[in-house]
């Protein structure tokens, strides 16, 4: 996080000061607040708050004063992904990394590589080796040791594997990866390659639905457990926490502390709280957007309750409603349109910013000594 880091008293007194000055713009329902004029998030806490962003919106200077105010940490949302950088002859395309990872440099933000390896990716420049055991690793570390190397001493972490854990949990995924160098191999193999490309970078592996899906968590804490005994450099464990308002009260911490309990750093990795998602034939709106504030604020409790070295980063994928993947015509073809975010489409922040907060402040004070 850049900049000082504010004493207790002055972020209690900020934050405290957000229900008065909503006075009289609260939405309809009296429990949710519209923040006006909230202080920056990456004030509120002592550890890193990020952001999933994309070039093309880096050039809006509203997008990127809104972004810049409220984040320490950026996260390309697709363009450091093996999509964008591998083309199909082999060759390498930084140059839509580069910018994001120039514009955080010149607005001192931390850099957060995503992803190395991912399961959904079959890029045409690796199908020539597949089946070529040992060529098909050479042609892996070559890739993960130019990306991680260009980036070494500014990224201050990498997702190196991305949703490796079967959607139900049942075993590991079968992917053109574990193909070749099997379901555990690869894994290992890839972390391997990261720590030789930057020695000193923590290294996460990172997956989605462990808040919802118990099986899945177990699954996911099995492999980690198992990578661990093997020695592979693993330094950090991201949970996405794409969840919706349907995911009952207690489940969040539940994770969390799973989670935690191999003492390794957490990051929140890719947050939003989709209120279509969790849509029932009964649920009005308003029923929604309580949900989703009791949810954002059960996030924020939980993170800020862990150790202080077990709090990597708070990310939440997207800065606007309009800028979430949920508005995507694959994901919602239809209104209503979700709002998963913490700023409206004007990027104004909403009720579940003050939640969000809250839960930030008041569980990190705790643990943080009076000044």
């Known amino acids: 996080m850049t900049g000082a880091t504010p004493s207790r008293r002055t972020i209690i007194s900020g934050f405290a ?30 550890f890193p708050f990020g952001c999933a962003v994309s070039v093309e919106r880096l050039s809006d200077p509203v997008y990127s004063a809104l972004l810049t105010r409220n984040f320490s940490q950026l996260t390309a949302e697709w363009e450091m992904k093996m999509e964008y950088i591998l083309q199909d002859d082999g060759s390498f395309r930084f140059d839509r990394p580069d910018r994001i990872a120039a514009f955080a440099r010149d607005n001192r933000m931390r850099l957060f590589g995503h992803t190395l390896v991912w399961y959904a990716q079959d890029p045409a420049a690796f199908r020539p080796f597949d089946g070529r055991g040992p ?10 040791l130019a990306v991680v190397g260009r980036y070494r001493g500014q990224a201050v972490g990498w997702d190196v594997v991305n949703e490796p854990v079967a959607e139900q949990g049942d075993g590991l995924r079968d992917c053109l990866w574990s193909r070749n160098l099997g379901q555990v191999d690869y894994i290992r193999r890839a972390f391997d390659y990261a720590r030789e490309a930057d020695p000193e970078v923590p290294l996460l592996i990172n997956d989605y639905n462990l808040e919802s899906l118990p099986a899945k968590r177990s ?43 191999f003492g390794l750093p957490i990051h929140i990795s890719e947050l939003d709280i989709s209120l279509n998602r969790g849509r029932g034939p009964l649920s009005s709106d308003e029923q929604l957007r309580v949900r989703q504030v009791r949810l954002a604020k059960e996030m924020a409790e939980a993170f800020a309750a862990l150790p202080p070295a077990q709090r990597f980063a708070f990310t939440t994928w997207g800065l606007r ?29 909403k009720p579940v910013f003050s939640a969000q907060a809250e839960g930030l402040t008041a569980s990190a004070a705790l643990r943080r000594p009076s000044a």
Not at 235 to 255: C, E, N
Not at 328 to 339: I, Q, S
């Open 17 to 46: 000061a957000l229900p008065m000055a909503a006075c009289g713009q609260k939405s309809k329902s009296q429990d949710l607040p519209t923040p006006v004029d909230p202080p920056p998030l990456k004030s509120l806490a002592p």
């Open 219 to 261: 699954q996911f804490m099995r492999l980690v457990e198992t990578l661990l005994k093997s020695g592979t450099p693993l330094g950090g464990i991201g949970t996405q926490s794409h969840i919706d308002v349907s995911l009952p009260a207690g489940a969040i911490g539940r994770s969390m502390r799973d989670l935690a309990s």
């Open 135 to 144: 060529v098909f690793a050479g042609a892996l570390r070559n890739y993960i």
């Open 321 to 349: 409603d309009k800028d979430s993947w949920l508005r995507g015509p694959k994901e919602n073809p239809t209104p209503p349109w979700d709002a998963p975010l913490l700023f409206d489409d004007d990027g104004r922040a």
